[in-house]
């Protein structure tokens, strides 16, 4: 799952496609938290996984604050587009 | 005597004066002060002449030693300086020569800007000059060789908005400069054998210590003779002298006629101990002399400025001198030394006068009928060129010239070939003097006189001349005087000639040139340029006119080598380690700046990347 | 209970390629919404009922409503979709792949390596995660709270829609400066001529 999102975060354009790979590959590590702490036996697999649920919910927040400002900037959401180095 | 110091402080003071304050002076207080620095001199030389002549020191000598200069070890150069007849009548001369020069050129560089300037160099140059002739040892000696080198290096390119004068004194310092790197090599060698620099020791320790022949004293004698063949112009750095002239006449006169181009007959005759240690070198001495004084004499003869062909006049000459050297006739070299100062000195003043007068015309063949327009001038002129040719009795320069050639024949280390080499140079000598004669100052008037010399140049000449005339009467009382410093020249069993004959070939010699040159330059001139037409004789005369094509030999082999190596190094391969340096991080910069790209999912590529790398890393150690 | 992990999985998998090459945006959304359900399934299965339904609530029903409600707001439309199709060519996905591909096969070598496991060994409750949480990992819920804290300001700063006017504001202050007589230093460099003192 995790490589999964990471193809799919460095083939995808579009800033939306890119979090949503993000996501992915946040519930990727989660879900290999969850399975070690089942393994184990013990609860902090599922409290890694809930603090990583806690950052993912704020980053999302944040982000797609973020997307909604570029696209005013840059009226488009190509993420090479955005980037303003120049050489 | 005990007043020596100030015959060479005298000067130095009053160059330091005009090189400070001279600007601030006005054109009469500078003239005051630069000619009468020399005039006293000149005066204190002259009474302790007098002095010395009549109640002589014990030795026949006199030191006066002012301070201990350099302290190191077992090297204590003093500041000293030694009076004996041999620097005597070296000092009486530049002295006296130098006062009327420099009062000449008080009028003469009236109309130049830098006035001061031009009388604080001379000044420095007769201090340095003295401080080199009264030199108690090497080191001193070597102060004051410096020293005119530096004044005659200044005094050429004293004109220096001239590029092409500067380009002369830089020729002429760097040709010296070769010489004197001989000579301070000949320094060294004395110095770590003998152990002293005070020149009276070293000659006395040489002749304990050295063998007749031994590779040591020829190697110092050698290189000394390198050091006085680079000041004195002789073959083969004589490259330089002609394109002195480039300096003003005052200047050719005073240095490159009289004084310090004979520097290195002075410092060959100061060493004579060491000469007569290694026969071999002075024989090359002679040899040197011989070729020079013929060479020049050619040379002389094909040049159409007349500062240059007085110019290699001089080189002839100091030829001469060292040919005496050579052949062991010390007192004759400083005999024709001091004729020479004479009448060389007023030849250039009166070459001064006649290009002043026609403002600024050099070239000879435009000049003509002058007897008439400047008699002065014509007639101390005549008298000094006569002199120089060696017009038998009535002038110095022939008695001199006349002891040479005798001694080139009959001294002990005489030789017939030199005999002949000086009968030709006398030949050459007549013929190139009396054709500057002939075409100066008689035929029709080419360019006219514009301005008369005043009283200021003309005493000069005629003091001049009329110790041109005379001069040859001091011979006996000269070589008297100087036999206690200078060894009688030996003169073997001359087979078949004659102290008589010899003079008798010269004088004919001399004729024959008048002749000669009466027929080229006077009467039927057209028998000059119809010689010309020969394309033999054309190469001659430009082989000739290009100095025997030293300047281009030197030009191909050593100069032009350097300036390509110079070139070739402008990339200097030790600046390739910095700029390579500096290449090597750019290159690092530019091919970092490639990851700098903005693009976020290279960014991210470059994580997981870095990721797998890592595991790898853990993974398979 | 094994084979409905297996199953599970599979759609995880399948739903998350799905979304990965899909064009349009809501589509895409929907997969991921099955794949995190899907994985819900997943953690029940091994014994974690409690992050199960954290996984349906949050990650399905907060985050990715925000994910719709976003693309709502862009109102992307078809012109979208057509770039999408252009951009995403064959050669563009060798790369990335083989660079997943990569990790993937680290990652599974480093698995199989390990011990063996089986599933559904037992259940930990929600019981045991609450008293860990009260416990031992009470500084990370504080600090999840500060952090979920300064989300939503950073959200609610970077929505607003006020940055017109600041612009606005902005120039215009600075333009006054440069307009001032006895600003010589701020003149200097500008096309303006320098004002004679």
Same mark, same amino acid.
């Given at each position: 799952?995790?490589?999964?999102?990471?193809?799919?975060?460095?083939?995808?354009?579009? +800033?939306?496609?890119?979090?949503?790979?993000?996501?992915?590959?946040?519930?990727?590590?989660?879900?290999?938290? #969850?399975?070690?702490? &089942?393994?184990?036996?013990?609860?902090?697999?599922?409290?890694?996984?809930?603090?990583? +649920?806690?950052?993912?919910?704020?980053?999302?927040?944040?982000?797609?604050?973020?997307?909604?400002?570029?696209?005013?900037?840059?009226?488009?959401?190509?993420?090479?587009?955005?980037?303003?180095?120049?050489? | 005597?005990?007043?020596?110091?100030?015959?060479?402080?005298?000067?130095?003071?009053?160059?330091?004066?005009?090189?400070?304050?001279?600007?601030?002076?006005?054109?009469?207080?500078?003239?005051?002060?630069?000619?009468? $620095?020399?005039?006293?001199?000149?005066?204190?030389?002259?009474?302790?002449?007098?002095?010395?002549?009549?109640?002589?020191?014990?030795?026949?000598?006199?030191?006066?030693?002012?301070?201990?200069?350099?302290?190191?070890?077992?090297?204590?150069?003093?500041?000293?300086?030694?009076?004996?007849?041999?620097?005597?009548?070296?000092?009486?001369?530049?002295?006296?020569?130098?006062?009327?020069?420099?009062?000449?050129?008080?009028?003469?560089?009236?109309?130049?800007?830098?006035? &001061?300037?031009?009388?604080?160099?001379?000044?420095?140059?007769?201090?340095?000059?003295?401080?080199?002739?009264?030199?108690?040892?090497?080191?001193?000696?070597?102060?004051?060789?410096?020293?005119?080198?530096?004044?005659?290096?200044?005094?050429?390119?004293?004109?220096?908005?001239?590029?092409?004068?500067?380009?002369?004194?830089?020729?002429?310092?760097?040709?010296?400069?070769?010489?004197?790197?001989?000579? !301070?090599?000949?320094?060294?060698?004395?110095?770590?054998?003998?152990?002293?620099?005070?020149?009276?020791?070293?000659?006395?320790?040489?002749?304990?210590?050295?063998?007749?022949?031994?590779?040591?004293?020829? %190697?110092?004698?050698?290189?000394?003779?390198?050091?006085?063949?680079?000041?004195?112009?002789?073959?083969?750095?004589?490259?330089?002298?002609?394109?002195?002239?480039?300096?003003?006449?005052?200047?050719?006169?005073?240095?490159?006629?009289?004084?310090?181009?004979?520097?290195?007959?002075?410092?060959v005759a100061r060493t004579h101990a060491l000469f007569e240690l290694a026969p071999a070198a002075q024989f090359v001495v002679a040899v040197t002399g011989?070729?020079?004084?013929?060479?020049?004499?050619?040379?002389?003869?094909?040049?159409?400025?007349?500062?240059?062909?007085?110019?290699?006049?001089?080189?002839?000459?100091?030829?001469?001198?060292?040919?005496?050297?050579?052949?062991?006739?010390?007192?004759?070299?400083?005999?024709?030394?001091?004729?020479?100062?004479?009448?060389?000195?007023?030849?250039?003043?009166?070459?001064?006068?006649?290009?002043?007068?026609?403002?600024?015309?050099?070239?000879?063949?435009?000049?003509?009928?002058?007897?008439?327009?400047?008699?002065?001038?014509?007639?101390?002129? !005549?008298?000094?060129?006569?002199?120089?040719?060696?017009?038998?009795?009535?002038?110095?320069?022939?008695?001199?010239?006349?002891?040479?050639?005798? &001694?080139?024949?009959?001294?002990?280390?005489?030789?017939?070939?030199?005999?002949?080499?000086?009968?030709?140079?006398?030949?050459?000598?007549?013929?190139?003097?009396?054709?500057?004669?002939?075409?100066?100052?008689?035929?029709?008037?080419?360019?006219?006189?514009?301005?008369?010399?005043?009283?200021?140049? %003309?005493?000069?000449?005629?003091?001049?001349?009329?110790?041109?005339?005379?001069?040859?009467?001091?011979?006996?009382?000269?070589?008297?005087?100087?036999?206690?410093?200078?060894?009688?020249?030996?003169?073997?069993?001359?087979?078949?000639?004659?102290? %008589?004959?010899?003079?008798?070939?010269?004088?004919?010699?001399?004729?024959?040139?008048?002749?000669?040159?009466?027929?080229?330059?006077?009467?039927?001139?057209?028998?000059?340029?119809?010689?010309?037409?020969?394309?033999?004789?054309?190469?001659?005369?430009?082989?000739?006119?290009?100095?025997?094509?030293?300047?281009? +030999?030197?030009?191909?082999?050593?100069?032009?080598?350097?300036?390509?190596?110079?070139?070739?190094?402008?990339?200097?391969?030790?600046?390739?380690?910095?700029?390579?340096?500096?290449?090597? %991080?750019?290159?690092?910069?530019?091919?970092?700046?490639?990851?700098?790209?903005?693009?976020?999912?290279?960014?991210?590529?470059?994580?997981?990347?870095?990721?797998?790398?890592?595991?790898?890393?853990?993974?398979?150690? | 209970?094994?084979?409905?992990?297996?199953?599970?999985?599979?759609?995880?998998?399948?739903?998350?390629?799905?979304?990965?090459?899909?064009?349009?945006?809501?589509?895409?959304?929907?997969?991921?919404?099955?794949?995190?359900?899907?994985?819900?399934?997943?953690?029940?299965?091994?014994?974690?009922?409690?992050?199960?339904?954290?996984?349906?609530?949050?990650?399905?029903?907060?985050?990715?409503? !925000?994910?719709?409600?976003?693309?709502?707001?862009?109102?992307?439309?078809?012109?979208?979709?057509?770039?999408?199709?252009?951009?995403?060519?064959?050669? $563009?996905?060798?790369?990335?792949?083989?660079?997943?591909?990569?990790?993937?096969?680290?990652?599974?070598?480093?698995?199989?390596?390990?011990?063996?496991?089986?599933?559904?060994?037992?259940?930990?409750?929600?019981?045991?995660?609450?008293?860990?949480?009260?416990?031992?990992?009470?500084?990370?819920?504080? !600090?999840?709270?500060?952090?979920l804290l300064a989300g939503l300001v950073g959200a609610y700063h970077l929505g607003v829609r006020t940055t017109h006017i600041v612009e606005m504001r902005?120039?215009?202050?600075?333009?006054?400066?440069? #307009?001032?007589?006895?600003?010589?230093?701020?003149?200097?460099?500008?096309?303006?001529?320098?004002?004679?003192?």
């Amino acid at each position: 799952m995790f490589s999964l999102g990471l193809t799919g975060l460095l083939v995808r354009r579009d +800033l939306i496609f890119v979090l949503m790979s993000l996501e992915v590959m946040l519930n990727a590590a989660g879900l290999a938290f #969850v399975v070690a702490g &089942s393994r184990w036996q013990q609860a902090d697999g599922q409290i890694v996984f809930l603090f990583i +649920l806690a950052m993912a919910a704020a980053e999302v927040s944040v982000g797609l604050a973020l997307v909604l400002q570029l696209y005013h900037q840059f009226k488009s959401l190509d993420v090479d587009a955005m980037s303003e180095m120049r050489g | 005597m005990a007043w020596l110091w100030l015959i060479v402080m005298l000067p130095l003071m009053s160059a330091l004066v005009l090189a400070v304050l001279g600007t601030h002076f006005s054109r009469r207080v500078v003239a005051a002060v630069g000619v009468g $620095s020399i005039g006293l001199s000149s005066v204190i030389t002259m009474l302790a002449a007098i002095e010395f002549v009549s109640a002589p020191p014990v030795g026949r000598a006199y030191t006066q030693v002012l301070w201990t200069w350099i302290n190191v070890g077992s090297f204590q150069p003093h500041i000293g300086f030694y009076l004996d007849p041999l620097s005597l009548v070296m000092i009486l001369v530049v002295t006296f020569v130098g006062f009327w020069i420099h009062l000449y050129s008080a009028e003469f560089m009236m109309h130049d800007e830098g006035y &001061s300037r031009f009388f604080a160099y001379m000044n420095l140059f007769v201090a340095s000059m003295l401080t080199l002739l009264l030199a108690d040892n090497l080191v001193v000696l070597y102060l004051g060789w410096e020293g005119v080198g530096l004044c005659s290096y200044l005094l050429i390119g004293f004109w220096y908005r001239d590029p092409m004068n500067g380009l002369a004194a830089r020729k002429a310092f760097i040709v010296t400069r070769v010489g004197d790197t001989a000579m !301070l090599l000949g320094l060294f060698l004395l110095f770590t054998s003998l152990g002293t620099m005070q020149i009276q020791d070293l000659m006395r320790r040489a002749t304990e210590d050295w063998t007749v022949g031994s590779t040591l004293a020829v %190697t110092a004698a050698l290189l000394l003779l390198g050091g006085a063949v680079g000041k004195s112009a002789q073959l083969p750095l004589q490259v330089w002298l002609p394109d002195a002239m480039a300096g003003p006449t005052p200047t050719s006169a005073l240095i490159h006629a009289a004084t310090m181009v004979t520097a290195g007959v002075y410092l060959v005759a100061r060493t004579h101990a060491l000469f007569e240690l290694a026969p071999a070198a002075q024989f090359v001495v002679a040899v040197t002399g011989a070729a020079t004084l013929i060479l020049a004499g050619c040379s002389a003869l094909t040049q159409h400025d007349i500062k240059r062909a007085l110019a290699y006049s001089t080189v002839s000459q100091i030829g001469y001198m060292f040919l005496a050297l050579g052949v062991g006739a010390w007192s004759a070299a400083i005999f024709h030394f001091v004729t020479h100062a004479f009448f060389k000195a007023l030849l250039f003043l009166g070459a001064g006068v006649i290009i002043e007068a026609l403002r600024d015309e050099h070239n000879i063949f435009r000049m003509g009928g002058l007897s008439k327009q400047l008699p002065v001038a014509f007639w101390t002129f !005549l008298i000094a060129g006569c002199s120089l040719a060696g017009l038998p009795f009535l002038t110095a320069g022939v008695y001199s010239k006349d002891l040479i050639i005798w &001694s080139a024949w009959a001294a002990a280390q005489g030789h017939p070939a030199f005999w002949i080499a000086g009968v030709i140079g006398a030949l050459l000598t007549s013929l190139y003097t009396f054709r500057l004669i002939f075409r100066v100052f008689f035929g029709p008037i080419q360019t006219p006189v514009t301005k008369r010399p005043g009283y200021v140049m %003309t005493v000069p000449l005629v003091i001049l001349a009329f110790f041109a005339t005379i001069g040859g009467w001091v011979k006996e009382p000269l070589i008297l005087l100087l036999q206690s410093t200078l060894p009688m020249t030996i003169e073997t069993e001359a087979a078949g000639m004659t102290e %008589t004959f010899s003079e008798v070939v010269v004088a004919l010699v001399f004729l024959s040139g008048l002749y000669l040159a009466y027929l080229f330059h006077l009467e039927k001139r057209e028998l000059a340029e119809g010689a010309l037409r020969n394309p033999v004789a054309r190469m001659i005369h430009a082989w000739w006119f290009a100095d025997w094509g030293f300047d281009w +030999l030197y030009d191909r082999v050593l100069v032009q080598p350097i300036l390509w190596v110079a070139q070739v190094n402008k990339n200097d391969f030790i600046d390739a380690v910095y700029t390579g340096i500096a290449r090597l %991080t750019e290159a690092m910069y530019r091919s970092l700046r490639l990851t700098q790209t903005g693009l976020v999912r290279w960014y991210a590529a470059g994580i997981a990347a870095g990721s797998v790398v890592f595991l790898a890393m853990v993974v398979f150690p | 209970m094994e084979v409905a992990f297996y199953i599970a999985g599979a759609v995880a998998i399948i739903a998350t390629g799905l979304m990965l090459r899909d064009w349009n945006v809501v589509h895409a959304l929907l997969c991921l919404i099955v794949s995190l359900l899907a994985v819900a399934i997943v953690f029940y299965v091994i014994g974690a009922p409690f992050v199960a339904a954290l996984e349906v609530i949050i990650y399905a029903g907060a985050i990715m409503v !925000l994910f719709v409600f976003v693309v709502m707001l862009l109102n992307l439309g078809d012109s979208a979709v057509a770039m999408e199709k252009e951009w995403l060519t064959p050669r $563009s996905w060798t790369g990335p792949a083989v660079l997943a591909g990569v990790l993937l096969c680290e990652v599974a070598y480093l698995v199989v390596r390990g011990t063996e496991a089986h599933i559904g060994m037992g259940m930990v409750t929600p019981k045991q995660v609450g008293m860990m949480l009260f416990g031992p990992y009470l500084i990370g819920v504080e !600090l999840a709270s500060m952090l979920l804290l300064a989300g939503l300001v950073g959200a609610y700063h970077l929505g607003v829609r006020t940055t017109h006017i600041v612009e606005m504001r902005h120039a215009r202050d600075t333009d006054t400066r440069r #307009v001032t007589p006895s600003g010589g230093l701020v003149l200097a460099g500008t096309d303006r001529p320098p004002r004679t003192p």
